[in-house]
């Protein structure tokens, strides 16, 4: 079982920055590629971005390319989430979910959620 921890979600302004955190339980960390994935009122939840266990590779969502990084450290057993130059359509709960498989960006292909953050942009 691992558990998930999300942190540093607010209420900014557009084209604020925040930095969101998802720190694990598990001390094999590395053996979890990790996903953010996000879901707005009435929305689906949707692929945000992912990282592999081993960090060498990273998708991004075309809606946040250019915009947002995605790093881990998994000596912390973390995820970080560098969002820049935030949008109104960015507002939502960001959720960090991890699996052994891959990145899928379908949300039901993950094993393990946290319970999300809330960001909110206003304009």
């Known amino acids: 079982q691992v558990h998930l921890v999300e942190s540093g979600g607010g209420l900014v302004q557009a084209g604020d920055s925040l930095r969101l955190s998802c720190t694990a339980s598990?001390?094999?960390?590395?053996?979890?590629?990790i996903a953010w994935f996000r879901q707005a009122p009435g929305n689906e939840r949707e692929f945000v971005v992912g990282?592999?266990?081993?960090?060498?590779?990273?998708h991004y969502a075309d809606s946040v390319k250019g915009r947002f990084t995605i790093a881990r450290d998994n000596a912390k057993r973390t995820v970080f989430l560098q969002m820049n130059s935030l949008k109104p359509d960015d507002t939502a709960v960001y959720y960090c979910?991890?699996?052994?498989?891959?990145?899928?960006?379908?949300?039901?292909?993950?094993?393990?959620w946290g319970q999300g953050t809330q960001v909110t942009v206003s304009s």
């Open positions: 990282i592999t266990g081993n960090a060498f590779m990273t």
């Open positions: 598990e001390r094999t960390f590395s053996d979890y590629h």
């Open positions: 979910a991890a699996n052994t498989a891959g990145l899928p960006r379908t949300p039901t292909l993950y094993d393990y």
